[in-house]
């Protein structure tokens, strides 16, 4: 059994080095096919459209960027603060949303390929747009920066197209909340007009019930004969009783027909309702609040975005290892096969 295994063995060993003789027989074939694909993986590294990569980076903006968003805006007037959450999260939402993305690819990304290539199938176009152009969010959960990455052949292009996208996403976001304040501002401005209004109508009534009080109180005193407040020691308070009181024809006839004239005459009530200056004022201030897009950002670029200037593809030392790789393994796959060949004629 010993003798056999040893047998076995050396048939084994013999093959190995028949197999290894028969390769280095045909090494300059092998060699060949390396050289084959070493020249066919450089002339296709040589030839390929570099691929240029710009990348932008957006973080939230800074307290002072959102102070003009939050002007007027107080617990005080019903108005909540924005927070730099509140308004970075705005802009987020424009630089991810799909409009932004459809309108960038036909007033930007479209136009700048060849007419023979526009011809092609829009959702192609769309798909290889989609490689050009991604939105990358952050990778870890605690982190607030967005990346916007650019790959096309033209670096100058990735560097202004990735500069472009983030500032239209910033333009878009700050005529949101603008529009978003102004709609908050008519609101309050209409809600404040109303209780204006409001208060107007409270004095017109109380005035009128003033004279109907103090045409009453005319009509006592003169059926009394009492056109002068008697010289008694009666409280003013008393007499006047809130314009409720009882004893108010104790004023005299002469007194009520001049307040009742004059409150007659009155040609406002403005200046006799409470806290109407007050409702005025925040009235003026909401109707005519505007943010200006200049003064409020919403988002901070972190750094600039470089000019690359060394192409992410091709990969040229990585083709041309591959290139010898499969030239090598070609190769060697050509000399199996002859050796089976022939070994399948000689039996």
């Known amino acids: 059994m010993q003798g056999d295994s040893r047998e076995e063995n050396n048939m084994g060993d013999f093959e190995v080095q028949r197999f290894v003789r028969a390769i280095l027989r045909q090494k300059f074939i092998i060699l060949a096919f390396v050289v084959f694909g070493a020249v066919a993986a450089a002339s296709y590294a040589l030839v390929a459209t570099p691929i240029y990569e710009a990348k932008a980076f957006v973080i939230p903006p800074t307290q002072n960027g959102i102070a003009?968003?939050?002007?007027?805006?107080?617990?005080?007037?019903?108005?909540?603060?924005?927070?730099?959450?509140?308004?970075?999260?705005?802009?987020?939402?424009?630089?991810?949303?799909?409009?932004?993305?459809?309108?960038?690819?036909?007033?930007?990304?479209?136009?700048?390929?060849?007419?023979?290539?526009?011809?092609?199938?829009?959702d192609v176009l769309y798909a290889d747009y989609s490689q050009v152009l991604r939105v990358v969010a952050p990778l870890k959960e605690t982190s607030d920066k967005y990346?916007?990455?650019?790959?096309?052949?033209?670096?100058?292009?990735?560097?202004?197209?990735?500069?472009?996208?983030?500032?239209?996403?910033?333009?878009?976001?700050?005529?949101?909340?603008?529009?978003?304040?102004?709609?908050?501002?008519?609101?309050?401005?209409?809600?404040?007009?109303?209780?204006?209004?409001?208060?107007?109508?409270?004095?017109?009534?109380?005035?009128?019930?003033?004279?109907v009080r103090l045409t009453e109180a005319l009509r006592i005193a003169e059926s009394i004969g009492l056109e002068k407040p008697p010289?008694?020691?009666?409280?003013?308070?008393?007499?006047?009783?809130?314009?409720?009181?009882?004893?108010?024809?104790?004023?005299?006839?002469?007194?009520?027909?001049?307040?009742?004239?004059?409150?007659?005459?009155?040609?406002?009530?403005?200046?006799?309702?409470?806290?109407?200056?007050?409702?005025q004022g925040k009235y003026n201030f909401f109707k005519g609040l505007k943010t200006d897009e200049a003064g409020v950002s919403v988002y901070r670029q972190d750094g600039d975005v470089e000019l690359p200037d060394t192409p992410i593809k091709p990969n040229k030392a990585l083709i041309f290892v591959l290139g010898i790789i499969s030239g090598f393994i070609l190769g060697l796959a050509i000399v199996l096969l002859r050796g089976f060949l022939a070994a399948k004629s000689e039996d």
Request: hydrophobic share 35%; no cysteine; glycine share 4%.
């Open 68 to 122: 003009n968003f939050n002007y007027g805006r107080t617990r005080d007037a019903e108005l909540t603060p924005y927070s730099i959450k509140d308004v970075y999260d705005i802009y987020i939402r424009r630089l991810q949303s799909e409009s932004l993305r459809r309108d960038f690819f036909y007033k930007v990304y479209l136009p700048s390929l060849s007419e023979e290539k526009r011809k092609n199938s829009k």
């Open 231 to 279: 010289a008694i020691t009666v409280s003013q308070s008393v007499i006047a009783g809130g314009e409720s009181g009882q004893l108010m024809y104790m004023r005299g006839s002469i007194a009520l027909k001049a307040e009742i004239e004059n409150i007659q005459a009155r040609t406002s009530d403005d200046p006799f309702t409470d806290h109407l200056r007050e409702l």
């Open 147 to 211: 990346l916007v990455v650019v790959q096309t052949s033209d670096s100058e292009q990735a560097r202004q197209w990735a500069a472009a996208y983030i500032a239209q996403a910033g333009d878009l976001a700050k005529k949101e909340m603008i529009r978003n304040l102004s709609i908050e501002s008519e609101v309050r401005a209409r809600n404040l007009d109303q209780q204006i209004s409001s208060a107007r109508e409270n004095s017109r009534l109380a005035r009128e019930d003033s004279i």
